[in-house]
């Protein structure tokens, strides 16, 4: 197996370096492909991880971007891109491993364990032990979408900075998973930001747009590129209190009435779905008040599925709902349609 070894490499370009993973049967080896890039000057060492889900895409064009960056020729520090960390489920169009294994539940994983434990365990060794902090990039569960949105571990003051720096409207607090990579890495005192945003197997211009500068943002926060002119923060973040999910209460045809990034009112109709056994219309009605950050994209729904994920911020949510639709309107015009 290739290794990592930043301060072997020249300063100021890419680097591709091939990483060994278990292959398919009848095939050789996998290869996880790390692109590293060390500065001219001494400074942190960050890591941005995609596609650890294989059907979340937007991370790798986020970081084929970023790759490009002009700001990078300020570099102070080392930066290891992964665009593809599921390389397995990747191939398949898929979010889980071959093993059916979701590999954001195994870390730290094992270099004698299951495929997923084995691919984990490369990525921590090669990548997030080496580095001082991380980003991972991740979109909603296929069939869903995600409004650009920072969910973190606020308690942490380092992650708080970076989720506030990375400068998307939308922060969830959310508690680590565990067999997460967030969770791994922090217990190696890695901070670690996870940004959540569009729809898996599908590219989404603002999503992208809005993580190759919140990249940048934090790159500029932790002092590891120039200042810009460029980098502006929403003027007012949002955290959430907490989240929930309003679901379907009759099986049929799922006609949607509300805009992502929206302010929800308690009871306000959300959507009407239709049984072709009545040819009757029942009504989807939100139970709380909150912010729209992310919702089903099917037509066909079930009972009990989960329609609209509503983030609750106190008393605040018309500004909130105001600042996301700024934010958008900046990015770009066809938002989560
Ligand atoms: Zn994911």
Do not use: C
Request: proline share 5%.
């Amino acid at each position: 197996m290739t290794q990592i070894n930043p301060t072997q490499l020249p300063a100021g370009q890419w680097h591709n370096v091939p990483l060994s993973l278990p292959g398919a049967p009848g095939n050789s080896d996998a290869i996880m492909h790390a692109f590293v890039r060390r500065g001219r000057k001494a400074g942190p060492t960050l890591f941005i991880t995609a596609a650890m889900h294989g059907d979340e895409l937007n991370g790798l064009e986020i970081i084929r971007r970023f790759m490009r960056s002009r700001r990078l020729t300020s570099l102070q520090g080392t930066v290891i891109v992964v665009p593809v960390v599921n390389v397995h489920g990747f191939g398949m169009g898929s979010r889980y491993l071959p093993d059916r294994r979701d590999l954001n539940r195994v870390f730290p994983g094992s270099a004698k364990g299951s495929l997923a434990g084995r691919v984990a365990e490369v990525l921590m060794q090669e990548v997030v032990l080496k580095s001082d902090f991380g980003i991972d990039l991740h979109t909603a569960a296929i069939h869903r979408y995600n409004v650009p949105q920072i969910r973190a571990e606020l308690e942490n003051r380092v992650v708080e900075g970076m989720a506030m720096a990375f400068g998307v409207p939308l922060v969830l607090n959310s508690e680590l998973r565990e067999g997460s990579l967030r969770e791994s890495a922090g217990q190696n005192q890695i901070p670690v930001i996870v940004y959540e945003a569009g729809e898996a197997l599908r590219l989404d211009e603002i999503s992208i747009k809005a993580g190759v500068r919140g990249i940048e943002n934090v790159m500029t926060h932790l002092g590891m590129i120039s200042n810009s002119r460029r980098t502006r923060l929403p003027t007012s973040q949002a955290v959430a209190d907490s989240s929930y999910w309003e679901r379907a209460g009759d099986s049929g045809v799922f006609h949607n009435l509300v805009k992502p990034g929206t302010y929800i009112k308690k009871d306000q109709l959300l959507a009407r779905i239709i049984s072709p056994s009545t040819m009757q219309a029942s009504e989807v009605r939100a139970s709380r008040a909150g912010i729209l950050v992310g919702l089903t994209q099917m037509a066909l729904v079930y009972e009990g599925d989960a329609l609209f994920h509503i983030a609750r911020y106190r008393g605040m949510h018309e500004d909130v709902a105001n600042q996301v639709e700024r934010f958008h309107e900046e990015l770009g015009p066809d938002f989560g349609t």
